[in-house]
């Protein structure tokens, strides 16, 4: 029950750094109606209101007695369901991160709970909601997949096991992208090496990517660029690079579109390597 007390206090010290002072202004309404609410010396009567404010989605009202009643409720048969409907108020109001913080404490506090496969779900779920978009840091992506994953992995019947998969997929797709804007920058501003690295990384970690052939082709550009661009004695063996990264190409993508533009690289490359070793020949007699 110690340990209970401190989980609880935690979360209640982390939620009211959140919350909304009710009190403050001279406005009446409903806003001093929570104030009387609170005021009573009746749980009872403050959980009725706070199911009521519920029912009516007027989450933010509801969370604040629900917070209120926590403690008395602690030992109570209703606590369970007060903290249920206590997390999903910082939920609804779209707090995830206060809301993760408190689903994570409701399967410590009822680990054996009928509820507790949905609340594990609905953890991992608020870091998805927090991922934000791809040009931006994915902290929370890779958590949303890790977490999911992990979902997955303890509950393997659970009918959540589909969107999750969806979840995960669609987090995936959101760090290629990121990866993918990443290295097309690199090459955009002429940084080739960075670009065909930057590529070659994409590539292998987005092998089944229905972009994967222009991610090779890409990699053929940039190291194309960058031997074009090389001191003369690094030209021979960089041209061999290109042309080993087009020959992988037409391994793994034998049916590609992009074939064409690729014998094209392969074609020149050939040529400049002749060219260089005729000037090398040249110069040596």
């Not at 092998?207 to 222009?214: L, M, N, Y």
């Not at 992009?258 to 392969?266: A, G």
Request: with cysteine; hydrophobic share 35%; glycine share 2%.
């Amino acid at each position: 029950m110690k340990y209970l007390g401190i989980l609880i206090t935690a979360v209640l010290l982390l939620t009211s750094c959140k919350k909304v002072n009710l009190f403050s202004g001279k406005k009446k309404g409903p806003r001093k109606n929570v104030a009387k609410i609170l005021k009573s010396k009746d749980p009872a009567y403050k959980l009725r209101m706070a199911e009521q404010f519920f029912v009516k989605k007027l989450y933010n009202k509801a969370q604040i007695i629900y917070e209120d009643i926590l403690p008395f409720y602690r030992t109570e048969k209703e606590f369970e369901d007060v903290y249920y409907k206590y997390a999903y108020c910082a939920y609804y109001q779209k707090d995830y991160q206060v809301a993760e913080n408190i689903f994570k404490t409701f399967l410590e506090i009822f680990p054996a709970s009928k509820r507790a496969e949905e609340i594990d779900f609905m953890r991992a779920y608020c870091y998805y909601k927090m991922s934000p978009k791809a040009e931006l840091d994915q902290t929370n992506t890779h958590k949303t997949i890790g977490m999911m994953q992990t979902f997955i992995n303890t509950h393997p019947n659970s009918p959540r096991n589909k969107e999750a998969w969806e979840i995960i997929e669609k987090c995936r797709a959101k760090l290629e992208e990121k990866d993918y804007k990443s290295a097309k920058l690199y090459y955009d501003m002429g940084h080739f090496r960075a670009a065909g690295v930057a590529f070659s990384y994409l590539l292998n970690e987005f092998p089944e990517s229905h972009r994967a052939d222009e991610y090779k082709f890409m990699v053929i550009k940039s190291y194309f660029q960058f031997a074009e661009l090389s001191v003369e004695e690094k030209k021979a063996e960089r041209y061999e690079q290109v042309i080993q990264e087009c020959n992988d190409f037409y391994d793994r993508f034998p049916g590609s579109k992009l074939k064409n533009e690729v014998d094209q690289y392969l074609n020149l490359c050939k040529d400049n390597l002749k060219k260089y070793n005729y000037e090398q020949t040249k110069t040596s007699v």
